[in-house]
């Protein structure tokens, strides 16, 4: 069975820092999923914030590019989000995402609480 985990999310000041981590676990060959993170604020849908491929190409969501970074350790099977100049408009629950497309697997874990606020 598949899990997917996150962890790190809380509270902080506008312009601070957070790092997520989301760690796989009954996962076979981490190495090969495209992982992501999405945020879902309260009456929004949920968007993609960042991704990265199986050979580490990164994007990001316009609304994160400069402050956020994703990375990925295989050797760990876990992904990481390095979160910096915080907005309140950053407060959503963080989903992580692993995507394999052939055959074609999603998996989503249960979202962390992020809240930028003063």
């Known amino acids: 069975q598949v899990q997917l985990v996150e962890s790190g999310g809380g509270l902080v000041q506008p312009g601070g820092s957070l790092r997520l981590s989301c760690e796989a676990s009954?996962?076979?060959?981490?190495?090969?999923?495209?992982m992501g993170w999405y945020r879902q604020a309260p009456g929004k849908q949920r968007e993609l914030v960042a991704a990265?491929?199986?050979?580490?190409?990164?994007n990001y969501a316009d609304s994160v590019k400069g402050r956020f970074t994703i990375s990925r350790d295989n050797a760990k099977n876990t992904v990481y989000l390095q979160m910096n100049s915080l907005k309140p408009e950053d407060t959503a629950v963080y989903y992580c995402?692993?995507?394999?497309?052939?055959?074609?697997?999603?998996?989503w874990g249960q979202g962390t609480q992020v809240t930028v606020s003063s």
């Open positions: 995402n692993a995507l394999r497309t052939s055959p074609r697997v999603n998996y």
């Open positions: 990265i491929t199986s050979g580490s190409t990164t």
């Open positions: 009954g996962i076979i060959s981490f190495s090969i999923y495209s």
